[in-house]
Every structure is written in C-alpha cells, then in structure tokens.
C-alpha cells in the first residue's frame, strides 16, 4: 500500500479563515480521496481528487467551502474555507492504488485535527 | 436505510474470547468489503479485505462474506487489549457515480477488558 504524509497534524484556526491540508503519497495513485471525521462519528467523503480536472464533490459538500487541487499523481490539497466552528473535525486523505490481480490499496493519511474558535 | 450498517455498540468481550462485528450493506452491486481499525486519535488502518463469498482468514483476524444476505463480518480469536478500537465497516459499489469510493458503517467499539 502507498504511504501517504499529511500536514499539517493540527491546527487551531480563528473562525472566517481558511486552511490548506496537504497530502503527499510516496508513489503515483490512480485516485485519492478526503474524508472528514467529526467528533465520535464515523468518516464521511468530501470529494474524490481528479488529476487534471475538477474535484468531483458528495452531497452535502462543496467548491466554494472546499476547494481541491490535485496537480499530478501523488499530491492533492484541500482547503477549508471561511471556517466556522462546525468545521471543527479530522480531516483526512486517503490513495489507491489498483494493483496487479486486481488487489486494492486504500491508505489513509494521518489525518489533521481541525478546531475552530 | 442507510447505505452501510455495522452492530450496535459498544461490544465488551473478555481478554481470549472470540470479538463477532457484523455489517449489513444495502447496495446488491457492492463487491469490495474492507475491515479498518481505529484507534483513539489515529487514522483507520486496514486490517482484512474480503471480495468473494465465504471466508478468508489472516492470523487472529478471519472476514466472512455472504452476498446473497448482504452481510459481511469479522471475528477476531484470542482477543487481546490491544484489540481494543473502533472497527468500521467499508465497501465499494462496483460502477456507476461511486466507482472506487469506499462507504463506512458507523462503527463498532470494541473493548476487550482483561
């Protein structure tokens, strides 16, 4: 599986800023994926990152408050914007990468802790 | 319904029993099932992965898979505090709009006390 580094770990943010979470994979992935975790429940997707075209978004979520970039085929960003206290959770990135037979990789990143005030 | 259902918790299970956590999924065209454990402040890490019906077995840990019920588990042997964590549940739909996209359960906590 991809090894996937994720930054930052954690931030205390003043409400109607933004944050950019990076992520890094140590190898090329087919796709990559955000998730938020908000506090004792389970993970919800945000939006699949697209290499070279625009981010495709879940219901419920998106551009304008979560805008992502994913340049190439190991890097993919996502920025909470004009933050509220509501955003306050983990956020966390994941890769995959199909391998031959047909075996799956699903990694996570460490995952950013996120609270807003 | 929701998309994805994993047994109500928190599940207490002393230290060398057998842990059950059981999922039910409702999408019939689901046909990737994955195990991930949780621990506090962690990020998921996955720890079995399953895609045809029956069982598969790694170490302590053994997947059981029955599509026709729509029901995957997983049953971990000889508990150990260590095993204590929130297990969740995920699954993939083959096509469509959710290709590749993993769905997770709710979550089951599991302690194994000593």
């Known amino acids: 599986s991809a090894v996937i580094s994720q930054k930052p770990s954690r931030d205390i943010c003043q409400r109607g800023t933004s944050l950019t979470i990076q992520c890094q994979v140590d190898s090329q992935v087919t796709m990559m994926f955000w998730y938020r975790q908000q506090p004792g429940q389970s993970l919800t997707l945000i939006a699949t990152?697209?290499?070279?075209?625009?981010?495709?978004?879940e219901s419920g979520f998106v551009i304008d408050k979560f805008p992502i970039s994913r340049p190439n085929l190991t890097f993919s960003t996502l920025t909470v914007s004009n933050m509220s206290p509501e955003d306050s959770s983990i956020y966390l990135c994941?890769?995959?990468?199909?391998?031959?037979?047909?075996?799956?990789?699903?990694?996570f990143g460490s995952g950013t802790r996120l609270t807003v005030v | 319904q929701k998309e994805v259902e994993q047994n109500s918790g928190p599940l207490s299970v002393p230290e060398g029993a057998i842990a059950s956590l059981n999922c039910t999924y409702s999408?019939?065209?689901?046909?990737?099932f994955f195990w991930y454990r949780q621990y506090s402040g962690k990020s998921p890490e996955l720890i079995m992965s399953i895609y045809s019906n029956g069982d598969k077995e790694d170490g302590r840990f053994t997947a059981q898979l029955n599509k026709a019920s729509q029901y995957v588990s997983l049953l971990i042997r000889d508990s150990q505090p260590s095993d204590s964590a929130t297990y969740l549940c995920?699954?993939?739909?083959?096509?469509?709009?959710?290709?590749?996209?993993?769905?997770f359960g709710q979550g089951t906590i599991l302690t194994v006390h000593p």
């Open positions: 994941s890769a995959h990468r199909s391998g031959g037979g047909g075996a799956y990789g699903y990694t």
């Open positions: 995920a699954v993939i739909v083959a096509g469509g709009t959710s290709y590749g996209k993993l769905t």
């Open positions: 990152a697209n290499q070279g075209s625009e981010a495709t978004y």
């Open positions: 999408d019939r065209v689901s046909q990737s």
